[in-house]
């Protein structure tokens, strides 16, 4: 008589866990890609390069800081759709964000 191996079972738990995961890693890919297609990892780089150097103009600076605080309402929308299951809501993106791309 063969004996059945319990140990590669997995619990209702074990599995709604993975899949809290799977969903939260998707949910962050998403939110990346959201970001880069804004602000492509170049641009970003060199308006951050910018901004240590003291090589913004005020006006950019401005939008550099409001370009921080999308990405930071990005993050948070990640993870509120995260922890509550609902649906991400995504912020707009403001104008000056996407100016403040092109020029860089």
Same mark, same amino acid.
Not at 38 to 43: A, K, P, R, Y
Not at 86 to 89: C, G, H, I
Not at 99 to 103: D, F, G, Y
């Given at each position: 008589m063969s004996k059945i191996d319990f140990t590669k079972t997995k619990t209702a738990e %074990?599995? !709604? +866990?993975q899949s809290l995961q799977q969903r939260a890693a998707q949910l962050k890919?998403?939110?990346r890609k959201r970001i880069l297609q804004? $602000?492509? +990892?170049?641009?970003l780089l060199n308006i951050q390069g910018a901004a240590i150097a003291g090589g913004l103009t005020a006006d950019q600076l401005k939008s550099f800081q409001t370009a921080r605080v999308w990405v930071a309402a990005n993050q948070s929308a990640c993870r509120v759709a995260s922890v509550s299951g609902? %649906? *991400?809501?995504w912020p707009e993106? *403001? *104008?000056e964000v996407t %100016? $403040? %791309? !092109? +020029?860089f």
């Open positions: %074990a599995v !709604a +866990e890919a998403e939110c804004v $602000l492509g +990892e170049h641009s609902d %649906a *991400p809501d993106v *403001p *104008p %100016a $403040l %791309a !092109a +020029e």
